[in-house]
């Protein structure tokens, strides 16, 4: 029904930048927001960012406020999360996901996303 493929993940020094992106198919792709989550080795998942369908409201957890922006491109049915000034403890698998009946006004625990990406290998390191 809705299908999310990530990309943009790899290897990269602290204080570096990535930008991932999460691709999505299927119907329809507009009405649902997104959220980026990750997963450390031997940790459970977390909610880093949340975009509402309209673009229009937008939540990052603490550890990464003001580092990372997460955007979309409704035409391109693409989620962008642009990561800068990373840190050894932002190394994760980071999936996006979709959910149709969240606002994003407050970010959400990840068990509330329907559909899932493959995820996407973040490394920082030097």
């Known amino acids: 029904q809705l299908s999310n493929v990530e990309s943009g993940g790899g290897l990269v020094q602290p204080g570096g930048s990535l930008r991932l992106s999460c691709a999505g198919s299927g119907s329809p792709w507009d009405y649902y927001a997104i959220g980026w989550i990750r997963q450390a080795p031997g940790k459970g998942r977390e909610a880093v960012s949340c975009?509402?369908?309209?673009?229009?409201?937008?939540n990052y957890a603490d550890s990464v406020k003001g580092r990372f922006t997460i955007s979309k491109n409704n035409a391109e049915k693409t989620v962008y999360l642009q990561m800068n000034d990373l840190k050894p403890e932002d190394t994760a698998v980071y999936y996006c996901?979709?959910?149709?009946?969240?606002?994003?006004?407050?970010?959400?625990?990840?068990?509330?996303?329907?559909?899932w990406g493959q995820g996407t290998q973040v490394t920082v390191s030097s």
């Open positions: 996901a979709a959910e149709s009946l969240w606002n994003c006004e407050e970010l959400p625990e990840p068990s509330i996303y329907d559909y």
């Open positions: 975009i509402s369908s309209s673009g229009s409201v937008t």
